[in-house]
């Protein structure tokens, strides 16, 4: 500060000249590289949120998707599983709804004591 009164009082008509002054600089070296490592991971904070934004938008797509396609097969397998559409596809088969009434097994409990 007294440089700069000294040469301000001087003539020198720049005051800052003074100020930013080549052992100004190297004094404070430390700090622009720490100005200088905060910004790029300033910027690179930024890339990532980025990049996480639109993996979200990708996965969130790829779920409305999948809903889609589960909601569509299961309709499908809803319409195929009724009566009517079991016997058209057994139908080529030879298969028919049976008239008789089911036969009960009975099992046969041996004991070999």
């Known amino acids: 500060m007294a440089e700069q009164v000294k040469n301000t009082a001087a003539g020198n008509k720049n005051p800052l000249k003074g100020l930013f002054s080549y052992q100004w600089i190297v004094k404070n070296i430390p700090f622009f590289l720490f100005l200088t490592a ?3 991971l300033y910027i690179a904070n930024g890339h ?3 990049r996480i934004i639109r993996k979200i938008n990708t996965t969130n797509n790829d779920l409305k998707e999948l809903q889609f396609e589960y909601k569509t097969v299961k309709s499908e397998v809803m319409f195929k599983s009724e009566e009517e559409e079991v016997l058209k596809a057994a139908s080529p088969l030879g ?4 008239r008789e009434t089911p036969q009960r097994l009975k099992l046969e ?3 070999e004591r």
């Open 95 to 98: 298969l028919k709804i049976s």
């Open 109 to 111: 409990v041996r004991s």
């Open 48 to 50: 990532n949120a980025d």
């Open 38 to 40: 905060l910004t790029v």
